[in-house]
């Protein structure tokens, strides 16, 4: 067991590191949709500051920090000021449960690469996910205009409908691996079939839950208001679905011991850079719905096929042992 | 001696959010202050080990209860309420049901502490 100061300090440095990671993957995830978006459609996106604009979001900060904080009149001023707060205090919390990889040792402290490893981790993102909403909820309300009230309400039911079936089609995942705990879960995916076909949850009977989840991720995170809340979220939502059904940190290990060690953590960005890939290609080639048809997607189609999945692992699971 | 900090602190938040909530002219203010209340009563149940039952009280009241609430109070459009100088009933029935309530609390906490006592003797 570690002593409390060293707890207290490694959990700082971890805090400190875990926080610049995620504003900075945040800031060049905006990066990367402008790009992509951008040559999508045949145009080039942000080449002017940097090579490749790859200065681009630090102009952009630069820009934000000093534009002028405009208050319209009318506004409930408690809430107006504290709705975006919320909602990025939100998005920021639920990365301090991501495991990043296996842990690690250095000078005889042992540390898993996580802020903090809860055994029901699962259940404390989905948590901190419903919280989210109120962000969305309060600052269309707190505008006191009609319309951000409405759009307020559109974004937060639509957050809350979807949640429905993302909670649902990550309860296969978990009947699959009987445990709460993130790195449980990634645990259970390692090794593969027949030598080649890696046991991730995603070729492992949970083929429709991804496709679930997919769906959902891509609805609730991809319409909210503030831009940087739905980035981090989008880093969350990806993080979420590499631990679990793409298998985390597995991947093949090869070649000296110091490679060995940061392989875990190359293998984790990469899936997650995937799949942000994955979402920015949507993005840039589908055309929105409609808020009925979406509504209606949601409760009509993903809901059912979330609960067939559910009781279909839960019998093949029952069956099995 | 941690636990033991926080447990207090957050059970002060409890206790202010609860107050909060009665005090507060406004509708939206009271729902967001009960959401103070669920939240600071699930890091007690945190703190006291039970943490499945502290992240189903996230995510059930805090999370979508409390969402319901506040889409009512906002789709309804409740302004602020106006104070009235207090129902009869509530005089007649509340400060009696208080003083009750208190003595029966100091009563509880007296026997419980003269049990402990007595069992540290007797160990």
Known sequence: MLSITTFVIVSIIKSVIAILLLLTAVAYTVWLERKVVGHIQNRWGPTRVGPFGLLQPLADGLKFILKEDLTPPHVYKPLYIAAPMIAVIFAITSISLIPIGNSISIGGINTPLQITDVNIGLLIILGITSMGVYGVALAGWSSNSKYSLLGGLRASAQMVSYEISLGLSLVGVLIMAGSFSLRTIVDAQGGTFWGFIPRWNVFHGQEVAFFVYLMSAFAETNRVPFDLPEYANMITVACLATLLFLGGWHGPLFGPPLLQAILPVFWFGLKVFCFLFLYIWVRGTLPRFRYDQLMAFAWKFLFPLAVANLAITGLIVALRS | ?123
């Open chain 2, 1 to 123: 001696m941690l636990h033991l900090a926080l447990f207090t602190i957050f059970g002060a938040v409890a206790v202010a959010g609860a107050v909060n909530l009665l005090v507060q002219r406004h509708p939206i203010n009271s729902a967001l202050s009960l959401i103070a209340v669920m939240a600071s009563l699930a890091v007690e149940y945190l703190l006291l080990g039970a943490e499945f039952v502290a992240a189903v009280q996230v995510i059930v009241y805090a999370g979508a209860i409390m969402v319901l609430f506040v889409f009512v109070i906002m789709l309804l459009n409740a302004g602020e309420e106006e104070l009235t100088r207090g129902s009869r009933v509530a005089i007649l029935f509340g400060v009696p049901g208080v003083l009750i309530g208190a003595v029966l609390i100091a009563w509880t906490l007296r026997y419980w502490r003269s049990c402990n006592r007595s069992t540290s003797r007797s160990s």
